[in-house]
């Protein structure tokens, strides 16, 4: 994102990003104010926005309290006969569409991911994919994945391209506990999106799946998946020289092979019990085994792809815990593990916003080469200069002579 290199920018800057007849037209296009007489689309995305930036703990009594501000007015020109109860926030999230806040983060996304140069387009095609579940206050969840200790959970699974989220779904469905279903759809739907993308995708232990790995290699989508180690395979060809070992630090490529792996096929028994029989997939992967010497331990690896070398193969994986990082800047400073709405509608639409702001926090950070609790403090900070400056005009002053520009 070179355009935004060594320019320090501010947060009016990057909200023009998200431009008026943008939020008119998709108001327009997914009838999000039908039926709403006060909290239309528009205001209910300025009101999360600002709030996920200026609260320390997200609410709906803080949204009603923000809201009712005069301040919020202030800056987004509403009227002061305008006032809403937290009833009214708690309904309007269980109802409203959240095509048009996905729709947003879409747009905001293609713009800024837009700005990528060439070594950043080569650089960041690698996707990171991942899961995390929200369990804080999911007892009282209407849909969820639900448990043994009688809770539900929600689980996010994202797509983060070591800039910016680059997707996200939300997953309710039992089946969707495992990471062997939930996994695959993040993936695919990302797919559906970028057909001609040349992304490859970093995933971690919780998919093994022979059947997936072969539809993605079906599908033209490249992999690196951590594999579980001494899983049953046969090796059709080796492309390590003995003579020429590849080792860097404390690392060494023990195999590096072509191999067509097993896969279980249920059969039933005369008692009618289910069983899997393991049968050989005619689709050739690659299998890449590391090991590091002073820790003695050996990493699997599975691929479609067999032109990087070995060790590129072994750092790109490395690089997956960008997103581990990506997952607590989530929760820790956007607030992504507290629920404010029980309902899936308004889970996905607080998903949606918590990834809008995400992106203009991270772009904002890097642009301005802050850390993250600094970059969303200063945020918070602008919005209440841009409250003082209207302020100040209202008054007939001149807001030069308050704020340095």
């Not at 070594?119 to 899961?131: G, H, M, P, Q």
């Not at 590849?246 to 008692?271: A, C, F, M």
């Amino acid at each position: 994102m070179s355009v935004f290199k060594d320019h320090k920018i501010s947060l009016k800057l990057l909200l023009e990003f998200i431009p008026k007849a943008l939020l008119n037209h998709l108001s327009a296009t997914t009838k999000v104010d039908y039926y709403s007489k006060t909290l239309h689309g528009e205001k209910m995305f300025y009101l999360l926005l600002f709030c996920i930036f200026d609260n320390e703990k997200l609410s709906q009594r803080t949204l009603e309290d923000t809201f009712n501000s005069s301040g919020f007015k202030t800056l987004f020109g509403l009227g002061e006969d305008e006032k809403i109860r937290r009833s009214s926030i708690s309904e309007r999230l269980s109802k409203i569409d959240p095509n048009y806040f996905k729709e947003i983060y879409e747009h905001m996304y293609g713009q800024f991911s837009g700005f990528y140069g060439q070594s950043e387009i080569e650089k960041y095609n690698l996707i990171r994919v991942d899961s995390t579940i929200v369990a804080d206050t999911c007892a009282k969840l209407k849909d969820g994945i639900d448990q043994k200790n009688g809770k539900k959970l929600i689980k996010f699974s994202f797509s983060f391209d070591g800039i910016l989220p680059s997707g996200v779904e939300v997953f309710t469905g039992q089946k969707y506990s495992s990471e062997e279903s939930a996994l695959p759809e993040a993936i695919l739907q990302q797919v559906k999106k970028e057909e001609h993308h040349g992304n490859i995708y970093v995933i971690d232990r919780g998919l093994q799946s022979t059947r997936t790995m072969k539809e993605f290699d079906e599908k033209s989508v490249k992999f690196i998946i951590r594999s579980k180690e001494n899983r049953k395979f046969e090796e059709s060809e080796s492309f390590l020289n003995p003579e020429n070992p590849q080792k860097w630090d404390d690392w060494e490529v023990i195999k590096d092979s072509k191999v067509k792996l097993y896969t279980g096929i249920p059969v039933q028994n005369k008692r009618g019990n289910i069983h899997h029989r393991q049968e050989l997939v005619e689709t050739e992967f690659r299998l890449v085994v590391i090991k590091n010497e002073k820790q003695n331990k050996k990493f699997w690896f599975m691929t479609n792809e067999f032109e990087l070398s070995a060790k590129e193969i072994a750092d790109y994986y490395r690089k997956r815990w960008d997103i581990e990082v990506f997952f607590r800047f989530l929760k820790q400073e956007l607030n992504l593990s507290h629920l404010v709405s029980l309902n899936k509608n308004g889970i996905e639409v607080m998903v949606y916003m918590t990834m809008i702001a995400a992106m203009l926090l991270l772009i904002y950070k890097k642009a301005n080469n802050l850390g993250y609790k600094t970059a969303k403090r200063r945020i918070a900070m602008e919005l209440r200069n841009m409250i003082t400056e209207i302020l100040i005009i209202f008054a007939g002053g001149d807001p030069a002579k308050v704020f340095k520009t």
